[in-house]
């Protein structure tokens, strides 16, 4: 568990903390010395949502206070399916005449609870795995709409900085919510600069924000801030370590 504590900057009890959480959520099986994935698991970003939101759950928490406080009230803003972004709606509560645009149920659930908010649910095929809609009539739906914010998860951030999806038809809806918005965030803990995933959905230039947890490589999140994203490091610091690129 050193090497991975090396490469996130973090402790051995967090490494320890995530790979209980893998193991718990049956996504990896323990190891001497780590973890490896379960070979019946494809990607976790195809997970159902109870089981992925276990993982890094504390950092997900703190990426949806930080990424709720930018939204103002009377706002219309769009949240995409995933286990950060339902983080984000639970902060969501305290903010008035909100009008939420989702295309997964469960974040419809949770924005169902908060006063004067009105909750839009895109229509479409649903995918079990995340309990949200895609396809054609929910990017047709999307391309009405003019939101204040959209807020993305990502199953992985590659190397130049580009956002990736698990899942292709899962991609197209973040396009299509990407071109509804003025502002564009991308809500991913730290776990999501070491995954990989199919299908890119968007580059730097197509994100104006990345929320994202302490742990995070301070190279890749240099790259993002040269290519104009603005990055908050939320619940603590980069793994910092300078390098002449």
Not at 186 to 215: C, E, N, Q
Request: charged fraction near 25%; include cysteine.
């Amino acid at each position: 568990m050193g090497e991975e504590a090396r490469t996130f900057g973090v402790s051995g009890e967090t490494i320890r903390r995530d790979i209980k959480a893998l193991v718990d959520a049956r996504i990896a099986d323990a190891v001497f010395g780590g973890a490896v994935l379960r070979a019946d698991v494809e990607a976790v970003g195809l997970l159902p949502v109870d089981q992925r939101q276990r993982v890094e759950e504390e950092a997900k928490r703190a990426i949806g206070a930080a990424a709720a406080r930018r939204v103002e009230h009377g706002q219309v803003v769009i949240l995409d399916a995933g286990t950060t972004t339902l983080s984000l709606a639970r902060h969501l509560r305290a903010h008035q005449d909100l009008t939420i645009v989702t295309n997964s149920l469960a974040v419809a659930q949770v924005a169902s609870t908060i006063p004067t908010c009105a909750t839009y649910v895109i229509g479409g095929k649903l995918v079990p795995s995340s309990v949200s809609m895609v396809g054609p009539p929910a990017r047709r739906e999307l391309a009405t709409i003019s939101a204040d914010w959209a807020f993305l998860g990502a199953a992985a951030i590659g190397e130049a900085g580009d956002f990736a999806s698990a899942d292709p038809e899962e991609a197209e809806i973040k396009r299509a919510m990407i071109r509804a918005a003025r502002s564009v965030a991308v809500v991913a803990d730290r776990s999501k600069f070491a995954a990989r995933a199919l299908m890119s959905f968007a580059a730097p230039r197509d994100i104006g924000y990345l929320f994202t947890s302490g742990g995070a490589p301070a190279k890749a999140l240099r790259i993002l801030r040269r290519a104009g994203v603005a990055v908050e490091v939320c619940g603590g610091a980069s793994w910092d370590v300078e390098d002449n690129g």
